[in-house]
């Protein structure tokens, strides 16, 4: 084999890595991949991990064990993720946003992958000591903020429908009521899309009194299935007390009745805690 120079060898490892998120990558992988020691490899490695480092780009973490290894794990600084946070809730702090009923229209932010990406991110970095197997989210506004939680964790994603359909198999189908409106609602999940004794971080988009996230952890019990976490892009300040306890917002929106003017949006208090 050619001799491989080590700017070529950093370029393949930084791809290598960043695109497969949380995966272990052994020494000795990398040792036959490039026909280098480990002791060089390791050297290279250690060169990554301040680069990655210095400029916010994620971390490369040393894994022990027989299956030990490297690993990539995204995640944002302090101060970014208080910034990046900062900035939605301005964006998001527009009286044209309320929508009936004490919501806001979060549609046009959730399509733009390099927010949600970034959303992804900060929602992962607080939940990869939890190692979940999947991430469950609710059809259909929670899909992009949980498939990018899943793809920061190296996660599956599981999706929970409002209905079973035929080409998904046998499914287990519960009953939950709706926070906001009340009224009796079914969530439906293949029998097949998770397994007993699994571990599921929950991720949605918005969370008001509770009740959807309430259902897909009754869900997750029907499964054997254990929640580690439950996150979302945006919880409302009342009901101050929600269906569900625990869970992790990244921003907080208040609004009195339907009258817009009286609209705000703020970081959550575990954000802005970061950096203290």
């Not at 026909?35 to 480092?53: P, Y």
């Not at 992009?144 to 899943?150: D, E, F, K, N, Q």
């Not at 208040?254 to 970081?267: A, F, I, K, M, W």
Request: contains cysteine; glycine residues 8%; hydrophobic residues 40%.
């Amino acid at each position: 084999m050619e001799r491989i120079r080590r700017n070529e060898r950093m370029a393949a490892l930084t791809k290598w890595l960043t695109e497969s998120p949380n995966h272990i990558y052994t020494l000795s992988h990398f040792c036959d991949q490039f026909g280098a020691a480990k002791s060089t490899m390791s050297e290279d490695i250690d060169i990554l991990r301040h680069v990655f480092e210095t400029f916010g780009m994620g971390k490369l973490e040393t894994v022990t064990g027989a299956a030990g290894g490297v690993r990539y794990r995204p995640c944002l600084s302090a101060d970014a993720t208080i910034a990046f946070v900062s900035d939605l809730c301005k964006e998001l702090s527009t009286t044209t946003r309320v929508l009936p009923g004490g919501f806001l229209y979060l549609s046009d932010i959730l399509s733009l992958h390099h927010l949600v990406s970034k959303m992804g991110i900060i929602i992962a970095q607080q939940f990869y000591d939890a190692e979940p197997d999947f991430v469950l989210t609710m059809e259909t506004k929670g899909i992009p903020v949980a498939l990018m939680t899943s793809q920061a964790m190296g996660l599956p994603l599981v999706i929970a429908r409002r209905s079973s359909k035929v080409y998904e198999g046998s499914a287990v189908n519960i009953n939950y009521v709706s926070g906001s409106s009340g009224h009796i609602e079914t969530m439906s999940l293949s029998r097949r899309a998770v397994a007993s004794g699994q571990r599921a971080l929950i991720v949605d988009d918005f969370l008001k009194a509770g009740g959807t996230a309430k259902g897909m952890v009754d869900l997750m019990h029907e499964f054997n299935v254990e929640v580690v976490g439950t996150a979302f892009v945006m919880s409302t300040e009342k009901p101050v007390e929600k269906r569900i306890h625990g869970e992790k917002s990244l921003m907080i929106m208040d609004v009195d009745g339907d009258n817009p003017e009286t609209l705000s949006v703020r970081p959550s208090e575990w954000i802005l805690e970061m950096n203290q």
